[in-house]
Nanobody
Framework: QVQLVESGGGLVQAGGSLRLSCVAS????????MGWFRQAAGKEREFVSA????????YYSDSVKGRFTISRDNAKNTVYLQMNSLKPEDTAVYYC????????????????WGQGTQVTVSS
């Protein structure tokens, strides 16, 4: 069993930056692909970014490519999402998720989810 806890959300002005962290419990974190998803009010959950178990492969949605960077530190059981040049449309609850398999943009393939952290970008 893996438990995920996100942190780092908050209120920021457009153009600003935030770094989200997701700490995982359990010994098998290093074998899991990890993903970040977000859900804005009234909208479906959408893919943001994912990273392979080794960190060697990353994948981004077109809406965040070039602005967000995903990384992981397996020694700390932590995955990060560095968000730069934030826009009001990035406002959402951000969730990290883990799966025992290849990285994926499909939320239904992830086995474990955190509780989410709110990111609000003001214009």
């Amino acid at each position: 069993q893996v438990q995920l806890v996100e942190s780092g959300g908050g209120l920021v002005q457009a153009g600003g930056s935030l770094r989200l962290s997701c700490v995982a419990s359990g010994r098998t974190f290093s074998s899991y692909a990890m993903g970040w998803f977000r859900q804005a009010a009234g909208k479906e959950r959408e893919f943001v970014s994912a990273i392979s178990w080794s960190g060697g492969v990353t994948y981004y949605s077109d809406s965040v490519k070039g602005r967000f960077t995903i990384s992981r530190d397996n020694a700390k059981n932590t995955v990060y999402l560095q968000m730069n040049s934030l826009k009001p449309e990035d406002t959402a609850v951000y969730y990290c998720a883990g799966r025992n398999g290849a990285l994926s943009a499909e939320p239904g393939l992830y086995n474990y989810w955190g509780q989410g952290t709110q990111v609000t970008v003001s214009s």
